[in-house]
């Protein structure tokens, strides 16, 4: 089963053979929501601890 679907005059369908330019494709995701989450937090953290490193050198 295909992992790539179109969307094509309001109807979803698994792509297979042409594409037609005005169709939107949609791919489906390997990670679960809770991986999604985890990235996400774990980027915020990171962007975090460097804004609060910048901010304390330029308090120095």
Same mark, same amino acid.
């Given at each position: 089963?295909?992992?790539?679907?179109?969307?094509?005059?309001? *109807?979803?369908?698994?792509?297979?053979?042409?594409? #037609?330019?005005?169709?939107?494709?949609?791919?489906? &995701? %390997?990670?679960?929501?809770?991986?999604?989450?985890?990235? *996400?937090?774990?980027?915020?953290?990171?962007?975090? #601890?460097?804004?609060?490193?910048?901010?304390?050198? &330029? %308090?120095?």
């Amino acid at each position: 089963m295909s992992n790539v679907y179109v969307v094509q005059n309001g *109807k979803v369908e698994p792509a297979n053979g042409y594409i #037609a330019k005005d169709t939107l494709l949609l791919f489906t &995701s %390997k990670k679960s929501i809770d991986d999604f989450i985890k990235q *996400k937090h774990d980027t915020f953290k990171e962007n975090q #601890a460097i804004i609060l490193k910048a901010i304390e050198e &330029s %308090k120095q």
